[in-house]
């Protein structure tokens, strides 16, 4: 089914054909081309009616004309019709619309038709190569990885349901030095990471930690283990066979562990998609040549570099992006350069989007602007940093255990499903929820309220974690979200044999017309948050539906015998229709929806 046109946009048409119209009948009129915008009536929601227009004040003032004169010739020019039922020239030339009771029920209807609720996809689609949910190889998540993979997990979410092909990239730190000491001391210990098939993600992490700490004690009070670890390091960046399969076998470790917490976290994380560090190591030579040959990069101190006029430490000197170090060895910037050529070259891409904490946005600048004058970026290629705040403790400090340790993730997640767990099974007798559904249930709303919570908050803030609150079935949480989506499907239900119906003749009370207008915002809503990469306007939209549905409810009385069987009809119709939206819009940002609740 082709796309439903809001009413904003049909008003924002019936206006600017008005304006038009307006404008050939006065001595306003100028024949001459006009710019872009030049008849926009600058439409928007008001407070006052359902839209203000406020373009029309803007342009006389252009034509010098009055303004209230223009605006009292756009309504006449509009004339009656079965879209606005009222339209006033308020102030200097403003005007207030009101649509109607009927045009918002038929648009409403066109989008219960759509399986996707009447939601357009993109017109010129691109392709977006997303890089998120970025852990380390060999080490444990902690909640600094948490909002990388949330927010990142959304906007794939978001952008595929736009219509954009999404290519997502896992870039895991998968080499290093560090690794010299990891895979010596397992050739001195075989059995260290020994366990049978199946092994958990618990179990693999346990491993690892276990054999991470032994090394690293042994590498800090054995100099000949220490040399042996640093020869290790130049056999593994050699490619020495017996070196590389250790080294890969911490990566498949780490996999199963890694695994496990994504899918703790209801995310999809497929095996192509993770490519880390070391599968852009054969490119760093050529992207250094490329850099140095084409005079982007300079040599300065035995490094290769390349400097910027804007960029400079606290002692006013230039600060560097160093590709390649004075001692022969690569840093992040060649690998990063490297992806870039990787991901435009090679998957065709068209928008490169780094979900990655707003700490390293110099280092992003940086990078960016190197790929740039390299040509790898420009007009047909564009890269953007979703930047992100830190999670904060409920004190406002970074968060912490007790002991001043990073919080491990699978700590958190665990907490905030026994938390949500109780919630559900204070209810569990008023709903009949089985022992299955109390499991299930706890795990949805736990993992939910996680997401939620970062995800409501602008990606640039840090924010507070706060499990008390993130739980709650009051408040802007996911819970309350859920719940009322729960509620709806109490609601069809109990209507029995009732049909969901759309009445169009019906006169809709104020309620009903809030609820239906915003319903009516969805597609724009997700248009505005594919393009500007804020899955936390999406988070707003569903807490003010869900808050427009909690007013409906309570003044509006849906399965009253007392009511004619049109008005149940319509008021089901409409309560399904939110359902669906919630339902939609939630799935978008990787949370489930129970049916009971």
Known sequence: MA?????????????????????????????????????????????????????????????????????????????????????????????????????????????????RLGVPTAAEPGTTVIDYAQPNVAKEMHVGHLRSAVIGDAMVRILEFSGERVVRRHHIGDWGTQFGMLIQYLIEHPHELDHKDGAS???????????????????????????????????LQSGDEETLALWQKFVDESKIYFYSVFDKLDMEIRDPDVVGESGYNDMLDETCRILEESGVAVRSEGALCVFFDDVKGPDGNPVPLIVRKSNGGYGYAATDLSAIRDRVQNLDASTLLYVVDARQSLHFKMVFETARRAGWLGDKVKAVQLA??????????????????????????????????????????????????????????????????????????????DLDQMVSLNGDTSVYLQYAYARIQSIKRNAGDRRLVAHPELELAPAERALGLHLDQFGEVLAEVASAYEPHKLAAYLYQLASHLTTFYDQCQVLSDDNPAELVENRLFLVDLTGRTLHQGMALLGIRTPERL
């Open 3 to 115: 796309s439903v046109p809001s009413l904003a946009s049909t008003v924002q048409q019936r206006l600017a054909d008005a304006l038009a119209a307006a404008l050939r009948k006065t001595e306003l009129a100028d024949p001459s081309p006009r710019p872009s915008g030049w008849g926009d009536p600058m439409l928007r929601r008001s407070d006052r009616a359902d839209f203000q227009a406020n373009g029309i004040l803007a342009l006389a003032k252009r034509l010098k004309g009055n303004p209230r004169e223009l605006a009292t010739k756009v309504v006449e020019a509009i004339g009656a019709n079965d879209v606005l039922r009222d339209i006033e020239v308020s102030g200097p030339g403003f005007l207030n619309i009101t649509v109607t009771d009927k045009a918002i029920t038929e648009t409403l209807a066109a989008r219960a038709a759509d399986a």
């Open 388 to 465: 992100f705040g830190t999670v904060l403790g409920k004190d406002g400090k970074p968060f912490k255990t007790r002991e001043g340790e990073t919080v491990r993730l699978v700590d958190l997640l665990d907490e905030a499903i026994d938390r949500a767990t109780a919630v559900v099974a204070e209810k569990r007798e008023k709903v009949g929820l089985t022992d299955q559904e109390v499991a299930d249930n706890g795990r949805y709303v736990g993992i939910g309220a996680v997401k939620y919570a970062d995800l409501s908050t602008s990606a640039v803030r840090d924010y507070k974690f």
């Open 201 to 235: 993600g618990e179990e693999a992490m346990s491993n690892l930690n276990r054999l991470y700490k032994a090394a690293r004690a042994l590498f800090d009070s054995d100099e000949e283990f220490k040399a042996r670890s640093r020869d290790r390091v130049v056999a």
